[in-house]
């Protein structure tokens, strides 16, 4: 049986959803320039106002907005909504420079539950359903953003957010949890600690699926996390700045996330000549909000690395989806000359059972040259004191990441549990290069 959130706008005939979004495009436009000067000036240096847009893809014609945009606007800039309007900010974290803020109005939060919610109808969830939110609660949008969507259909919402696994573990299975929503990194770190406490959590544990996203996960994690849990995956794609988790979601399906195309207008550009892509084509997602009331977004840059699948879903839903994430242009490695996403170096990884699914790539440099090292984990079973075993493995290895991917590094295998697990975002490059 083939559930749905809301029918009426998942399944909604293409044209008619495409007139939708023509309407509700036009309306965002509308209040972003109306109500935020940065618009008025990126409209206006691009010689376009608000006439230009008859069409969908009339949209090109606009100038997009990026994340430095987004910092220079710091702290309101991009609001289009007074103080008494505001329900809620979230906010980037910031590492990387200064912090993104991003408002809320209420209906924008309502709007972001439902299409969360629309993901636990993909994983077969109902008001009778446990869902347990590992993702951390905070500015980050992980957590509030599962939990709106859990209580959105219905269902019982452990909000245990991230950490102090174990309680975690002995909760899930207590509380009879049925969904579990986290990173791929931490549903991987839940089941490995659940299986070392004693439990088969495929077969003595309630849980039936794990909602996972807010990072990359290769083919071969997913397939570890949904075996050791016994569970159906459910990608989900989503950023701060857009709304949060939720964006886009996988259903039973699979080959793809189905964007929320009500909420989102999606084009995928070449990152190098910023064109329009066709349907297909790899390139960078850019994403416009279409009802976003707080803090509208037209044409924001996202950096991540996808395509639009177009052909008709065999679940029903009529909105397209994005592929899964390859990684974001800023993640992209170059290693002499070739370029690589770390999620593929994990595919690679992961194919070989004498090594766990942890790794990180440490990138140093030596004068000019960019060095790459890339420091695997090998299984509690593999004798890592047996150097001719070590030696063979490293060389099997090598030459894989050499006829998949092209590419040359310098490979370390270390002990069982030395990479640092996570609770939330894993940390995969370490960037040491000065
Ligand atoms: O990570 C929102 C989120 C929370 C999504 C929980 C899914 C689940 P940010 O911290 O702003 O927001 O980071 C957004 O994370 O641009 C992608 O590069 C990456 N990302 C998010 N979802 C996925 C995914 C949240 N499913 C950035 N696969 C995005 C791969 C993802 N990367």
Sequence with gaps: MTQYFQPEIETMPREQLREL????????????????????????????????????????????ITKQDMRDAYPFGLFARKNEDVARIHASSGTTGQATIVGHTATDLKNWGNCFARGIAMVGGSDASTIQVSYGYGLFTGGLGAHA????????????????TKRQIQMMKDLGTDILACTPSYALLIADT????????????????VICGAEPASENMRQEIADKLGVQYCDVYGLSEIMGPGVAMECAERGGLHIAEDQFYCEIVDPETLEVLPDGQWGE?????????????????????????????ACGRTHRKIDRLRGRTDDMLIIRGVNVFPSQIEQVITEFPEIATQYQIILTNDGVLDRVELRVETVPEF??????????????????LKSNLQIAVNIKLVEPK?????????????????
């Design 383 to 400: 004798p890592i004191d047996e150097v001719r075993k070590l030696e063979d493995l490293k060389s099997r290895l090598a030459s894989e």
């Design 418 to 434: 030395s990479i640092e697990r996570s609770e939330g975002k894993a940390k995969r490059i370490i960037d040491n290069r000065n």
């Design 21 to 64: 979004q023509l309407a509700n495009l036009k309306a965002s436009m509308k209040n972003a320039y109306d109500n935020v000067e940065f618009y008025r000036g990126s409209f206006a240096d691009a010689g376009v106002g608000l006439d230009d847009l008859e069409t969908l893809e009339d949209l090109a014609k606009f100038p997009f």
């Design 149 to 164: 969507g859990g209580e959105a259909i219905g269902c019982t919402v452990i909000p245990t957010s991230s950490g102090n």
């Design 194 to 209: 659940a299986i070392e406490m004693g439990y088969d959590p495929a077969s003595e544990f309630k849980i039936s699926a």
């Design 285 to 313: 997602l850019v994403i416009t909000t279409l009802t976003r009331e707080c803090t509208p977004l037209i044409r924001y840059r996202t950096r991540d690395v996808t395509r639009i699948v177009s052909e008709p879903c």
